[in-house]
């Protein structure tokens, strides 16, 4: 009863809130300087990672670049300086905790404090249970998710003791919504979201206002990376695309950032509808992508 009485309290605040929250979408979020900020971005040799580089180089920042692929990597770095921006790079697997403890060492020393951690790195693999090795499965969470708590724990004390940063996490809308023959991908990537809120509410528990924390969830991004997706949400999104949508969040310091914007609307009727419609509309929305299926070939 008590905890009623508590909720109908706090109802005066809830519509101030959504009221207010209304009001601001009327107005445009001013977009902060990022010039001179050194902005580390892990998975920067291909895909969205290398696209946000170029954006933050665009912004005058300083840029430590990290990638397991070293070609990837310096193609990246050789754009970024064409662009006037000061750039480091690190050939690191953040499969591995080692690796990257040691390369958050070097960028300290031989650099400085991180103050702006973009978590991109991730693999993907597409099949099923039965079909994806183990190894594979440990890549996964190695790299999607494992590797944010290791680069955030080398870099966030810097920017705690600063009140101030901003740490990124790129995860997925498979982070929200599950989908078929992306078991290990759909895991890691809830996870990845997870993270992004424990550790935004873990910063506002220890009164540290000046780190900021983003999470982008985006639909299939033609990446190369999962083959012939479609899906009745619209066509596979371009990297540039979601990489202008990343880059206005982190700018105006945006919590979480769905594309399209009706993934935030689906992962609220799935905690609300039944199951059976729930199944219903799931076919409809209709995710197709090239997959193995090893139950198959094991029924064979």
């Not at 670049?65 to 006037?84: Q, R, S, V, Y």
């Not at 690796?99 to 790195?121: M, Q």
């Not at 995860?171 to 890691?188: E, Q, R």
Request: aromatic share 8%; proline share 3%.
């Amino acid at each position: 009863m008590k905890i009623l009485l508590d909720l109908l309290l706090l109802l005066p605040l809830l519509i101030v809130c959504c009221l207010e929250s209304f009001v601001k979408l009327f107005i445009p979020k001013r977009r902060k300087s990022v010039a001179g900020e050194i902005v580390l971005i892990t998975g920067a040799g291909h895909g969205i990672g290398r696209l946000t580089a170029y954006e933050f180089a665009k912004l005058k920042s300083k840029l430590v670049l990290w990638d397991i692929n070293k070609h990837g990597l310096e193609e990246t770095a050789a754009k970024c300086k064409g662009l006037g921006a000061k750039v480091y790079t690190f050939v690191v697997d953040c499969s591995n905790r080692e690796d990257i403890y040691s390369s958050a060492k070097k960028v300290k020393a031989e650099i400085g404090d991180v103050s702006i951690l973009v978590n991109n790195a991730g693999v993907v693999y597409t099949s099923d249970l039965f079909a994806t090795q183990d190894a594979q499965i440990e890549k996964t969470f190695e790299v999607n998710i494992l590797a944010h708590f290791w680069t955030t724990k080398a870099f966030l004390p810097a920017m705690m003791k600063n009140n101030h940063g901003h740490v990124v996490t790129v995860a997925s809308a498979a982070g929200h919504i599950s989908v078929p023959f992306l078991l290990a991908y759909c895991s890691s990537k809830f996870s990845a979201v997870g993270f992004h809120k424990a550790l935004t509410d873990e910063l506002a528990a220890l009164q540290i206002t000046g780190v900021k924390t983003t999470c982008l969830c985006p639909n299939f991004v033609n990446t190369g990376f999962i083959k012939n997706p479609s899906t009745s949400l619209g066509p596979a999104l371009e990297p540039e695309e979601v990489v202008n949508r990343l880059m206005n969040g982190i700018l105006t310091e945006q919590k979480m950032i769905f594309i399209p914007s009706s993934i935030a609307f689906l992962t609220i009727l799935e905690r609300i509808l039944p199951e059976r419609f729930l199944a219903v509309l799931k076919r409809k929305i209709n995710i197709k992508f090239d997959a193995v299926i090893g139950y198959k070939m094991k029924a064979q």
